[in-house]
T-cell receptor, first 112, second 113 residues
Framework: AQSVTQPDIHITVSEGASLELRCNYS??????LFWYVQSPGQGLQLLLK??????LVQGIKGFEAEFKRSQSSFNLRKPSVHWSDAAEYFC??????????FGPGTSLSVIP | DAGVIQSPRHEVTEMGQEVTLRCKPI?????LFWYRQTMMRGLELLIY????????DSGMPEDRFSAKMPNASFSTLKIQPSEPRDSAVYFC???????????FGDGTRLSIL
């Protein structure tokens, strides 16, 4: 079955430090990949998406993600984290049935 | 734009009662999704409508769950009878990009006692 994995359940970084959140997908064909962010008590917000073309994708809030087919990965990065970035981050992928499935999420804590 | 609006934000009810969750999508969006979020199972797609027609309801857990979209501006998710294992946060999302969920509501936190 197609799946999305996020190896890190929880990550803590210091404010101002760089961030990388890992995501791996299992869909064999050209994947459609997404990153969403969920702040406490709120719904998900789309940060960025990759369909094709340039493997480095820019998103909102200063985030970017890099698609690496050889590693089946789509990692999310930010060069300098702000306290307001503390949230739950979800990687997602389109399946062959035109359905978007989500990874289990990575919880990000930011230390002042 | 007002975003996706869900009501109620919180619902606490006793087992066996009927529960109705409501969603108003963003105006002009022709796709609507219902998701359920739990600690154990994460985010699960329950049903996906396009142009008010259910396209994929394979995620609906069982016959106790039903969803309707009578028009482009309103959808309901109904659970009857409700059970404690239905306790979760239910999200509605809408999109103008077909199968891609773009904008999520803030969810309904449902507790079945």
């Amino acid at each position: 079955a197609q799946s999305v994995t996020q190896p890190d359940i929880h990550i803590t970084v210091s404010e101002g430090a760089s961030l990388e959140l890992r995501c791996n997908y299992s869909y064999g064909a050209t994947p459609y990949l997404f990153w969403y962010v969920q702040s406490p008590g709120q719904g998900l917000q789309l940060l960025l998406k990759y369909f094709s073309g340039d493997t480095l994708v820019q998103g909102i809030k200063g985030f970017e993600a890099e698609f690496k087919r050889s590693q089946s990965s789509f990692n999310l990065r930010k060069p300098s984290v702000h306290w307001s970035d503390a949230a739950e981050y979800f990687c997602a992928s389109k399946t062959s049935y035109d359905k978007v499935i989500f990874g289990p999420g990575t919880s990000l804590s930011v230390i002042p | 734009d007002a975003g996706v609006i869900q009501s109620p934000r919180h619902e606490v009810t006793e087992m066996g009662q009927e529960v109705t969750l409501r969603c108003k999508p963003i105006s002009g969006h022709n796709s609507l999704f219902w998701y359920r979020q739990t600690m154990m199972r994460g985010l699960e797609l329950l049903i996906y409508f396009n142009n008010n027609v259910p396209i994929d309801d394979s995620g609906m857990p069982e016959d106790r769950f039903s969803a309707k979209m009578p028009n482009a501006s309103f959808s309901t998710l109904k659970i009857q009878p409700s059970e404690p294992r239905d306790s979760a946060v239910y999200f509605c999302a809408s999109s103008d990009r077909g199968w891609q969920p773009q904008h999520f509501g803030d969810g309904t936190r449902l507790s079945i006692l």
